[in-house]
């Protein structure tokens, strides 16, 4: 089952020990409601800044508010200071996760040394601690150093986790190359630098016999070209982000909190991405949460940087646009946002249990959030659903801090 629902009596939850799980302190339960009980959430695809970038988040206030949106495993990505492509690179992460993170955090390692593309990064060293491999942030260029990965990461049983994106296709772009940019006097970033690179590493992943993960798909080309290459037995997967399947480019404001990378696309490429959901082409959603500083947030759509907050915002935003609109069932949803990134990943530990109040209503307001990054179009939704409390190894890891 991949939820259940619970009551509360004075003493904790009813009916939850013979799930095996201890009951709860109700401070912040209260006994005239129900409340949803399902598995931790898992997040393959978040940027906790740390070491380099701390002044944007830290591990520990990215995985708190990892806990606060649900999660209980997350994996981070690699575009730090330094880079960890080596294992003594990847070990001034890992120190940090083991001292400070408040939830699993597991980190890739890095595709190429620095992220530059140019040489193979030390894939075996960091194998036995890297979640998997990724340059995420840039697309690996050259075939020849792709295929050299892809073949490494075989080797090693690891995945590649790829950023699709063309660099010779991109032309100064920095929103979608679409209606919005042409009546506003906006460079486009072309749907083609993302697909393209994706046809190749399919092409890649069916030579070499890789498992291959796509992330942040955004663009119907993308839907289709894994669709087919699934049909034809490549083993790949791929996850989508919550902004792209609810906000398309009709949605753009002049405010940098619109600004990803890859960008907001028209609203068919929404739609596309929709029926990869239902139809199970997409695997998994994952929030690409990747804190900025609110100057670096502040330049408008041009001069702002790339990257928006998710971890506290996905749940409440997917379970309102998709779930209670009818699009998909909550189970759908768990299972994109839990069991499906753990079984792809190879994730195997208890996952924990997080308890949700899905019938509250409410407005985000990222002043809330516990990360440092507050930067999200999702500002002032409303939306149903909050986290009351977040479960591992038997322990509460999160409790929201008001008693309703």
Not at 227 to 254: F, M, N
Not at 258 to 286: C, H, V, W, Y
Request: glycine share 8%.
């Amino acid at each position: 089952m991949e939820y259940r629902i619970v009551t509360v009596d004075p003493d904790g939850i009813l009916g939850i020990d013979d799930a095996g799980v201890s009951s709860l302190p109700v401070s912040a339960l209260r006994n005239d409601k129900e409340y949803y009980l399902f598995p931790g959430l898992c997040d393959v695809h978040v940027h906790f800044r740390e070491p380099g970038f701390s002044y944007k988040e830290t591990i520990r206030t990215g995985s708190m508010a990892a806990v606060a949106g649900g999660y209980t495993d997350v994996l981070a990505m690699p575009n730090l200071d330094p880079v960890p492509d080596s294992p003594e690179h990847l070990r001034a992460e890992t120190e940090i996760i083991a001292s400070d993170a408040v939830m699993r955090v597991r980190p890739y390692g890095s595709i190429t040394v620095k992220e530059e593309g140019k040489e193979l990064a030390d894939l075996a060293g960091m194998a036995p601690e890297a979640a998997a491999f990724s340059d995420d942030g840039k697309g690996v260029q050259e075939d020849a150093m792709m295929r050299g990965a892809m073949l490494e990461a075989r080797r090693l049983g690891k995945i590649i986790a790829a950023h699709c994106e063309d660099n010779s296709l991109l032309e100064g772009g920095y929103i979608h190359k679409g209606r919005y940019a042409e009546q506003h006097g906006h460079q486009g970033i072309s749907s083609e630098s993302e697909y393209r690179q994706i046809e190749r590493d399919l092409k890649l992943a069916k030579e070499t016999g890789c498992a291959y993960h796509v992330c942040h798909i955004s663009t119907k080309q993308s839907v289709e070209a894994i669709r087919k290459a699934k049909a034809e037995g490549v083993d790949v997967t791929c996850e989508t982000a919550p902004h792209y399947l609810v906000l398309c480019e009709d949605d753009l404001q002049e405010d940098g909190r619109f600004k990803m990378n890859p960008p907001l696309r028209s609203r068919e490429d929404r739609q596309a991405l929709l029926e990869g959901i239902k139809d199970g082409t997409i695997d998994m959603i994952a929030t690409d949460h990747a804190p900025h500083s609110a100057e670096e947030k502040s330049r408008g759509l041009k001069g702002s940087a790339f990257g928006i907050t998710g971890l506290e915002a996905a749940f409440p935003v997917l379970y309102t646009k998709l779930v209670k609109t009818g699009i998909i069932t909550l189970e759908r949803l768990i299972t994109l946002m839990s069991s499906a990134p753990r079984k792809r990943f190879g994730i195997k530990d208890d996952p924990g249990y997080t308890i949700w109040d899905l019938e509250e209503e409410r407005t985000l307001d990222p002043s809330e959030f516990l990360s440092k990054g507050k930067s999200t179009p999702f500002s002032g939704m409303k939306v149903y659903g909050r986290c009351i409390a977040t479960v591992l190894n038997g322990e509460v890891i999160y409790e929201t801090a008001a008693k309703r």
